[in-house]
């Protein structure tokens, strides 16, 4: 009788690289360093990430945390091959969120999925990450990375960010002062940002047209390249603005752009009216609209249409905070005011945005 030859598999024969991950670990070790902040460890590899909030300067903290990622937008990036942009688009949504709260980001931790290891795109996404953080002024402080053969495909990726801020206690905005007649300042986009890519992709996909082509709104940039340009950080001047006093609420214009995100800032009984002639809206969004076919009030609730995050302020308060604003390096646009509104009528209204964003 013939001995039956035994059979060995490893890990590695079922798709997972454990070395490709030690590799990562070490190539990510400098980007991390790179984002440290006082409060901060300066190392990777421990089972959790310390932040000293006393070494930070606080002195009686609440903690605000926001968590997001970067949706069918990885898709867009996979497919071009360009992975930095959505590092930095991951701490965005994130960043973003904490400071409408009034809280300063102070840690970040990435959450990064695949079906097969590449430690060269990862590592370009974590460089990603690593720049937002240090745009943001916060520290990367630990992650996880996850191979998953059969949950995705070759190449195929997710993204999740988690960041955690403070602010001193009792002085988190919370938007109860607003009342009619403030007004809202809107802060220009950087274009798409991260949020309406399913749409975005099936509109390219029925135009046959190609991520390497140039745009056909924007002569001498590839279609990719300007899609993925990443979402603008807001974090250092709006702090500014903060601290400067007379903000009132701060929304930060993500999936249902301006329609479902300001309102969540108001008491009820408020709501606002923008003018959409009052800022310019990047040729991108027009293009989307025309090509295709996209009405006006399906693209102020898929898009952010260039306005990345929404100031409200007392009108005596509106030119200082302006100033403040754009000396932080922000576009600023005066584009609309609150106004009592019944509960049950819609809490953000905008004119001319037919003629405004038409192509």
Known sequence: MTDKPI?????????????AGAALVAAIGPLARATARPGSEPELGGFGAAFDLKASGFKDPIL??????????????????????????LVAMCVNDLVTEGAEPLFFLD?????????????????????????????????ETAEMPGLYTKGEFDLAGFAVGAAERGSLLTGANI????????LASAGLHANGFSLVRKI????????????????????GEVLLAPTRIYVKSVLAAINAGGIKGLAHITGGGLVDNI???????????????SWLCPDVFKWLAAEGGVEAAEMARTFNCGIGMAVIAAPNEAERLTQVLQEGGETVWTIGAVEDRPD????????????????
């Open 7 to 19: 059979k060995r598999t490893s890990y590695k024969d079922a798709g997972v690289d454990i070395d």
């Open 64 to 89: 605000v945390a926001a968590t997001d990622g970067v949706g069918s937008k990885v898709k867009l990036a996979s497919t071009i091959g360009r992975y930095d942009t959505v590092g930095i688009d």
């Open 111 to 143: 959450y990064f999925s695949t079906g097969a290891l590449d430690v060269a795109t990862a590592t370009e996404i974590v460089g990603g990450i690593s720049a937002g953080c240090k745009m943001a002024g916060c520290a990367l402080i630990g992650g």
């Open 179 to 186: 009342a009619a007649g403030d007004v809202v300042l809107g």
């Open 204 to 223: 390219v996909a029925d135009a046959g047209l190609g991520y390497d082509q140039d745009a056909p709104f924007l002569t001498g940039h590839g279609l």
């Open 263 to 277: 309102p969540r800032v108001l008491p009820q009984g408020l709501g606002v009216v923008l003018d959409a002639a």
């Open 344 to 359: 049950d009528g819609p809490r953000c209204r905008i004119e001319a945005m037919e003629t405004a964003w038409r192509g």
